[in-house]
């Protein structure tokens, strides 16, 4: 089955820690995107990627961090400079990033801070 | 900077009544609308996806229009049934090819 997985699908931060969230496409896209959901809100953009080893920051990419080593993966790491973490994160990706295509959302890590 | 409104924020119908959802969004320079469905603790699903030269794109019970002139997109839901409880979440892609999401309409469509 193609499709975009998302791990953990809990995940727990501590005070000052550092956590990665996980996100692996085997739909063979070139561009990915991470997305942080608030309760009762629309998502945001965090960063996204159009091309192996390049990325770019969306609108709120202060206090987070990514890399994009292989197509088919695009983590996400918290940074303990972010200082409410507690969201609802989504990855997506799409073909090529351009013009008119859809992108796909895996099923999401929900974030909590200890 | 694109701005993408959806009112109401929740909406409460009995079953078989047709659902009419609404979106706005400031800036007409779009390349294209998306229509999202997404289920409590999970991830979207693409519903309908409407070009800027289209008025509406159609699927089922779902049909969506499009007016890029005075920034409106609305989701027709017809005959709605229990299983359409979810959020629809409108989006908009423009310049940079970054999507612009409302805040989301929450339906609960009562048996």
């Known amino acids: 089955d193609g499709g975009i997985t998302q791990s953990p699908k809990y995940l727990f931060r501590k005070e000052g820690q550092n956590v990665t969230l996980s996100c692996e496409q085997n739909l063979n896209h070139d561009a990915m995107y991470w997305y942080r959901q608030d309760p009762g809100q629309g998502l945001r953009l965090i960063y996204y990627?159009?091309?192996?080893?390049?990325?770019q920051k969306g609108d709120i990419a202060e206090g987070y961090s990514v890399s994009r080593e292989k197509k088919e993966s695009f983590p996400l790491t918290v940074t303990s400079a972010q200082k409410n973490p507690t969201a609802f994160y989504l990855c997506?990706?799409?073909?090529?990033?351009?013009?008119?295509?859809?992108?796909?959302f895996g099923p999401g890590t929900r974030l909590l801070v200890l | 900077k694109q701005e993408v409104t959806q009112i109401p924020a929740a909406l409460s119908v009995p079953e078989g009544e047709n659902l009419v959802l609404n979106c706005s969004f400031t800036?007409?320079?779009?390349?294209?609308l998306q229509w999202f469905r997404q289920d409590p603790g999970k991830g979207l699903t693409s519903l309908l996806l409407?070009?800027?030269?289209?008025r509406e794109q159609t699927s089922g019970r779902l049909n969506a229009s499009l007016d890029k002139s005075s920034g409106r997109s609305t989701l027709y839901i017809a005959a709605s049934q229990p299983g359409d409880s979810a959020t629809y979440l409108c989006a908009v892609k423009a310049a940079g090819n970054k999507l612009t999401f409302g805040g989301g309409t929450r339906v609960l469509v009562k048996p």
């Open positions: 409407i070009q800027s030269s289209q």
């Open positions: 997506a990706s799409s073909p090529t990033g351009t013009g008119i295509e859809t992108q796909y």
């Open positions: 990627s159009q091309i192996v080893n390049d990325f």
């Open positions: 800036d007409s320079a779009i390349y294209n």
